[in-house]
């Protein structure tokens, strides 16, 4: 089984808590990107955003927008995952957490990159693992897609009610 520093995307774009949401917002748009790890001064992920956090914040607020800043908008219950995990160990996580990202961090909790439920399905489409991905029980692509999907519905649920 291959370990998540063998699936994850290296190259990340992160902020720092204080980088303004209009900067953010730019960068996601000109990477083609819909989250973001916010990290401290050691790399160490203090909190994410999603173009749907930013979405959100913009709609909610008073304050003016080129003044919103990430740790206006960072979701701070991250859940990361560790270099050397398995892959399935990401799945099962994404898939209890009803997140498709992870952040990847190391032992000292830096960021290292990012694994999605997208990459590891784009990583394994031709591997021998695959298979053992599609059939692995609970942990695999389906069950996870499933359980994010729920999250999903479940939320468009509540602002519907909300709506009326």
């Known amino acids: 089984m291959k370990q998540v520093k063998d699936i994850m995307t290296e190259s990340v774009l992160s902020c ?9 917002a730019n960068h996601m748009s000109k990477s083609n990107i819909g989250f973001v790890p916010v ?21 909610r607020t008073s304050k003016p927008v080129e003044r919103l800043t ?20 990401a799945l099962e ?30 990583k394994l489409k031709y591997s021998e693992e695959a298979r053992d991905m599609e059939t692995l029980g609970k942990e695999n692509i389906i069950n996870t897609l499933h359980a994010i999907a729920e999250r999903n519905h479940n939320r468009e649920s509540i602002e519907e009610f909300m709506d009326e």
């Open 70 to 89: 990430a740790a206006d908008v960072m979701n701070v219950g991250v859940h990361t995952i560790g270099l050397e995990e398995r892959v399935d160990k």
């Open 93 to 122: 996580l994404m898939r209890k957490k009803m997140v498709g990202r992870l952040p990847v961090v190391d032992s000292q909790e830096r960021l290292k990159g990012v694994i999605s439920l997208m990459g590891i399905t784009r």
């Open 39 to 59: 990290v401290d001064e050691q790399r160490r992920v203090i909190g994410i955003i999603t173009d749907r956090d930013v979405a959100l914040a913009v709609g």
């Open 16 to 24: 720092g808590r204080n980088e303004t949401i209009q900067s953010v």
